[in-house]
T-cell receptor, first 112, second 112 residues
Framework: ELKVEQNPLFLSMQEGKNYTIYCNYSTTSDRLYWYRQDPGKSLESLFVLLSNGAVKQEGRLMASLDTKARLSTLHITAAVHDLSATYFCAVDMAYNNNDMRFGAGTRLTVKP | DTGVSQNPRHKITKRGQNVTFRCDPISEHNRLYWYRQTLGQGPEFLTYFQNEAQLEKSRLLSDRFSAERPKGSFSTLEIQRTEQGDSAMYLC??????????FGPGTRLTVT
């Protein structure tokens, strides 16, 4: 059974600092997604990573995918308060049954 | 608004009652997904449609749950004889065959 593990689950960081969130998954997949969720809101798509070595950047966030290691990272550069949210990675089970499996989420709090 | 819409946004019901939720996907998207999300967790896959065909159902989807997508457009998710454990956010998402999923705002169900 596919497992998707994120760490850390909770992250408190100061503004201006850098940090990386990790997403490990347990089966073959070449599609990985990162989403942001604000409290009480739905999920907002951040990145779609479709191949090994894919790297995408948007503002202070950069995501990468290593399908051989079954690992994706979400790197935060010079964090600002507006980045406070919960971040989910999700792995596409397209090879099996077309559903996405989500990690438990990383709750990020950026303090001034 | 051309995004995914869900109705109602909130539903409070008494245990044992039936409830039905509606999802209107992005019009050109042929895939439609239902997820359930409980507090502090990532979304859990429930079921998936390609056009009007329901192709996958999660083990989480008990006999009390049924989903339809007549004519391959909007979808409904019905829960019969609701239980307190059904309280959650029910998320709908849609996508093209090759794309990432776009999520709706969700329907928050509270079973009292």
């Amino acid at each position: 059974e596919l497992k998707v593990e994120q760490n850390p689950l909770f992250l408190s960081m100061q503004e201006g600092k850098n940090y990386t969130i990790y997403c490990n998954y347990s089966t073959t997949s070449d599609r990985l997604y990162w989403y942001r969720q604000d409290p009480g809101k739905s999920l907002e798509s951040l990145f779609v990573l479709l191949s090994n070595g894919a790297v995408k950047q948007e503002g202070r966030l950069m995501a990468s995918l290593d399908t051989k290691a079954r690992l994706s990272t979400l790197h935060i550069t010079a964090a600002v308060h507006d980045l406070s949210a919960t971040y989910f990675c999700a792995v596409d089970m397209a090879y099996n049954n077309n559903d996405m499996r989500f990690g438990a989420g990383t709750r990020l709090t950026v303090k001034p | 608004d051309t995004g995914v819409s869900q109705n109602p946004r909130h539903k409070i019901t008494k245990r044992g009652q039936n409830v039905t939720f509606r999802c209107d996907p992005i019009s050109e998207h042929n895939r439609l997904y239902w997820y359930r999300q409980t507090l502090g967790q990532g979304p859990e896959f429930l079921t998936y449609f390609q056009n009007e065909a329901q192709l996958e159902k999660s083990r989480l989807l008990s006999d009390r749950f049924s989903a339809e997508r007549p004519k391959g457009s909007f979808s409904t998710l019905e829960i019969q004889r609701t239980e307190q454990g059904d309280s959650a956010m029910y998320l709908c998402a849609s996508s093209l065959s090759s794309g990432g999923e776009v999520f709706g705002p969700g329907t928050r169900l509270t079973v009292t």
